[in-house]
């Protein structure tokens, strides 16, 4: 039995570890979608808290520059 190449050997253990990252990263991308679009009970969407967030961040940023 011949025994692979290392050059080989190791660009097919790359391949497979780039798609291992690009399911991790799906799988965590996917979990904070999730988490930011979930509501609990009475309380604000994490979503809709963090876009007011941003919306006075930027009203703040906005002035801020205005200024003379």
């Known amino acids: 039995?011949?025994?692979p190449r290392p050059i080989e050997f190791s660009v097919k253990r790359r391949r497979r570890q780039?798609?291992?990252?690009y399911a991790e990263y799906?799988?965590?991308t996917t979990a904070l979608v999730g988490i930011l679009?979930?509501?609990a009970g009475?309380?604000?969407a994490p979503f809709t808290a963090l876009i007011s967030g941003?919306?006075?961040f930027f009203s703040?940023?906005?002035f801020t520059l205005s200024l003379p």
Do not use: E, N, P, W
């Open 37 to 39: 679009l979930l509501a």
């Open 42 to 44: 009475d309380t604000v």
């Open 26 to 28: 799906l799988v965590v």
């Open 1 to 3: 039995m011949q025994h």
């Open 60 to 62: 703040a940023y906005s």
């Open 54 to 56: 941003f919306k006075s």
């Open 18 to 21: 780039r798609g291992q990252a």
